[in-house]
């Protein structure tokens, strides 16, 4: 009997503290809720216009390819994510690739092609939608890095430059390098092949984006 009372005595002792336990619960789930619902839609707009408003930074030389089948000249509404891509085409320099997009005929381009020495070439203004990743075109920044060879690794200096430039745009937006995507997880296609070869090296390399990051 009086293990009995002694237990209902702490049951109710301790009902309280479950009551402010079960109230901080539903606080913090409805605080959770709310932000997710208000996460300042407004900021995060501006922020993405901010992008499409913004012109590249000195090292990017600016070299737009003419308006046809690949650069339609239609509006970016949203920038949602950053597309990297290898273009395929071992050794070719970012001059021969933004040359390509640029043909009458051809009906891919990116906004920048990285070359071998880690020059950056612009060919599609960040407000027009570019032709290189599928259903993202709609909404992605797209990137292609030139390789030296098949196994599409991408050499030091084409690599650091690739990290400058992601972690500029990321920086010019509301993107971070969680936002930054492989063309393969569009479509599934093998690119940026080492990339996907090495998924442990694209995470590495999402690590160094979020590192250069801190220096903004
Ligand atoms: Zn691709």
Redesign the pocket.
Known sequence: MQTNTLKKRRRRKLRPIFKILFALIIIFTLIFVLNKVFKTPNTVFEKKLNLKSVSAPDYVDVELIPKGIARRGTVLKEINYI?V??T?NPNSTAKNNRDYFAKPDTAVCSHFVIGLDGEIIQCVPLNEKSA??NNRNIDSISI?VCHIDETGKFNEATYNSLVKLVAWLCDNSSLTEKDVIR?YDVTG?Q??KYFVDHSEKWEEFKNDVKEELKKY
């Open positions: 597309v891509h290898y395929g290189a990743s292609e063309h296609k690119c940026p």
